[in-house]
């Protein structure tokens, strides 16, 4: 499985960006997906992850109620759309999938993900 990832850009604060990754490669439905970001100078940290199918989800609590992960397994794409974005939300976002059972929602630390994308560039300004 590749992973890319897209959708990044420059938007005011309170405005909504929409991340993709597409996934390219065979059974893609057998992997659950995070989305992760990093910003300079800090660790990397969790934002969101999907099981397989689609029915649950996990948010870190700085995303909560603001940003929605979703996927369309026929399109082999894991989305996170991103709302009331705040200046503290620039960094480059990564998606990452992991091989799991289906009712298992990917777990918050990086370690154990089998596969990357490449980053995205999401900047607010106040």
């Known amino acids: 499985v590749q992973l890319q990832a897209s959708g990044g850009g420059l938007v005011q604060a309170g405005g909504s960006l929409r991340l993709s990754c597409a996934a390219s490669?065979?059974?893609?439905?057998?992997?659950?997906v995070s989305w992760f970001r990093q910003a300079p100078g800090k660790e990397r940290e969790f934002v969101a992850a999907?099981?397989?199918?689609?029915?649950?989800?996990v948010y870190a609590d700085s995303v909560k109620g603001r940003f929605t992960i979703s996927r369309d397994n026929a399109k082999k794409t894991v989305y996170l759309q991103m709302n009331s974005l705040e200046p503290e939300d620039t960094a480059v976002y990564y998606c990452?999938?992991?091989?799991?059972?289906?009712?298992?929602?990917?777990?918050?630390?990086?370690?154990?993900?089998?596969?990357w994308g490449q980053g995205t560039q999401v900047t607010v300004s106040s």
């Open positions: 990452a999938a992991k091989r799991v059972i289906v009712t298992v929602v990917p777990g918050p630390e990086g370690r154990g993900y089998d596969y």
């Open positions: 490669g065979p059974a893609f439905t057998m992997y659950g």
């Open positions: 999907i099981n397989r199918s689609g029915g649950s989800t």
